[in-house]
């Protein structure tokens, strides 16, 4: 007797990949912390460090904005996405810079995206400023972590070197 056709196996559906790794805000980040951040930091009030991020889309030319924290280490100034790779990275990457706004006060500057092999110190630093802030993103990774641990999750982080113009 012939064998009975079977149903394809649905096909597993992929991982992700620390290239996608996002971690979308939810209503209360958007509507309301962002948006105090924001805020205060337009009219100069930084709040630990905070900017606002201002880069053209990748596809529209249109600016975005987005409060991000500014971790300078060792006289470097850099930005780190802790949810991943969201929409102001890659328009980062297509874009090359941006502006940093804080008041009135607006720095142009240029962005180089720093390889995760050199990840680990700064997201020790940015840790150690922010955890109580941004933790969560991390999977349980913290300041103290070892280097391999820091090395391990560092795709799923860019982080920019930016040059102030």
Not at 47 to 60: D, I, M, P
Not at 84 to 100: D, F, I, K, P, S
Not at 109 to 127: I, N, S
Request: charged share 20%; no cysteine; aromatic share 8%.
């Amino acid at each position: 007797m012939p064998p009975t056709p079977s149903s394809p196996s649905p096909s597993p559906s992929p991982s992700p990949s620390p290239s996608n790794h996002v971690i979308k805000p939810g209503w209360f980040t958007v509507h309301v912390l962002n948006r105090i951040v924001s805020w205060l930091t337009r009219r100069g009030i930084s709040v630990w460090g905070s900017r606002v991020l201002a880069v053209r889309g990748r596809k529209s030319g249109e600016w975005r904005r987005t409060p991000v924290n500014l971790l300078t280490l060792d006289g470097n100034h850099y930005l780190v996405a802790p949810r991943g790779h969201v929409q102001w990275t890659h328009n980062m990457r297509a874009a090359g810079g941006g502006e940093l706004h804080l008041g009135k006060h607006v720095q142009a500057f240029t962005a180089q995206e720093v390889p995760d092999e050199d990840k680990p110190a700064l997201l020790r630093a940015y840790l150690k400023r922010w955890k109580a802030e941004v933790g969560v993103f991390f999977g349980g990774v913290g300041p103290e972590a070892s280097d391999p641990e820091l090395r391990a999750i560092a795709p799923k982080h860019p982080v920019f070197r930016i040059t102030l113009g």
